[in-house]
């Protein structure tokens, strides 16, 4: 599989060195070139520098082959609206989101984003241990 | 009309003093607390401190009676999604988003957002109109229609002078409306009107035709 990622973090870093060891094509795109210190050395994808938001790089980052998008940078509204010029403008068929923000998670996922609020998720895991 | 402005930025803050003086009904929202405290001692109590994206924030200025709600702040991404929460979950009717990247129009437009200014372009509109060499330029955009309203000059050296307008291969959505003469006598062409040199020419076109258009008009 093509998949593009969208933000060096944590989760995308981990993220796209899981896929590329697993042999799937991966670019990975950030607006700060220290961040792409987080991959491992063995990571044989293309990272490259730039906004998510400029369809311009994403073309640069292959998005018209892609078969998967991920949104994960630290900003809720960079993520929706990279992941809606992947699903809207590039057709991609498979486009996956993180949304911080829970109430902005609920709106996008009834527009057809399929998007994810850690927020939500974790709180939700952290009640269960609690719990249990 | 009540209109609701995310970002109280410089531009925030002159066009929300211009909707006062038309007698608007006008709010702001402004994330940074110090831009809060100047707009509401310049402007009176019009602006309230909150991240213009939170349906929460929307919620409480009211935003379910907005006649219009227009984002201006530094970021396209937030403008964008400023004006989709408005749009979607409030029902705003008119939705009006500024961007920086001019390739943004076509994203914002597609993704339901009313009307987009770009500050790029409209400067890049102003040079086009006031740097005479240029070969194309846009007077006007009809927005809901998808054309375009261009003028052309015609340069002594192009393969078109002497033709007639039916001797031009003219792009099917490309109409020419106006000619202007060197001596400025305006006429409306028919198909038997004769390119001059140096006429100015007035065209209605498609986006999508207006390279076509050029290239009939003064060759390649």
Request: proline share 4%; with cysteine; charged share 25%.
């Amino acid at each position: 599989m093509k998949v593009v990622i969208m933000g060096c973090g944590r989760v995308g870093a981990q993220l796209a060195a899981l896929l590329d060891s697993e042999g799937h094509k991966v670019a990975i795109l950030d607006t700060d070139d220290y961040s792409f210190q987080r991959l491992p050395s063995a990571f044989s994808g293309t990272a490259l520098l730039g906004n998510g938001t400029d369809e311009d790089i994403l073309k640069r980052a292959g998005i018209e082959e892609a078969d998967v998008f991920v949104a994960v940078t630290q900003g809720d509204n960079r993520n929706v609206m990279a992941a809606q010029i992947a699903k809207h403008m590039f057709n991609v068929p498979k486009v996956i989101c993180r949304i911080y923000d829970p109430l902005r998670r609920e709106l996008y996922s009834t527009l057809g984003l399929e998007a994810f609020s850690p927020t939500t998720i974790f709180a939700q895991i952290l009640k269960e241990k609690i719990e249990s | 009309m009540y209109i609701i402005i995310i970002g109280g930025g410089e531009i925030g803050y002159y066009l929300s003093k211009a909707l006062l003086d038309e007698g608007h009904e006008i709010l702001v929202l402004e994330k940074n607390s110090a831009r809060n405290e100047f707009i509401c001692s310049e402007l009176g109590s019009i602006c309230i401190q909150g991240d213009g994206c939170e349906a929460a924030t929307l919620e409480a200025a009211g935003t379910g009676r907005a006649d219009m709600l227009i984002a201006v702040t530094g970021d396209d991404e937030d403008n964008l999604v400023a004006c989709q929460v408005a749009k979607y979950k409030f029902n705003v009717p008119r939705t009006i988003a500024r961007i920086k990247n001019p390739k943004n129009e076509a994203i914002f437009k597609k993704l339901g957002i009313d009307v987009t200014v770009s500050s790029t372009n409209v400067i890049l509109e102003n040079i086009e109109e006031e740097v005479p060499t240029h070969p194309l330029t846009h007077l006007l955009t009809i927005r809901d229609k998808g054309l375009e309203i261009i003028e052309i000059k015609i340069p002594p050296e192009s393969a078109t002078v002497g033709k007639t307008v039916k001797e031009l291969s003219l792009p099917s959505e490309s109409i020419l409306s106006l000619i202007i003469s060197e001596e400025r006598k305006p006429r409306v062409p028919t198909a038997l009107t004769v390119i001059q040199a140096e006429d100015q020419i007035i065209a209605v076109t498609s986006p999508e035709s207006e390279e076509a258009l050029r290239i009939a008009l003064r060759g390649a």
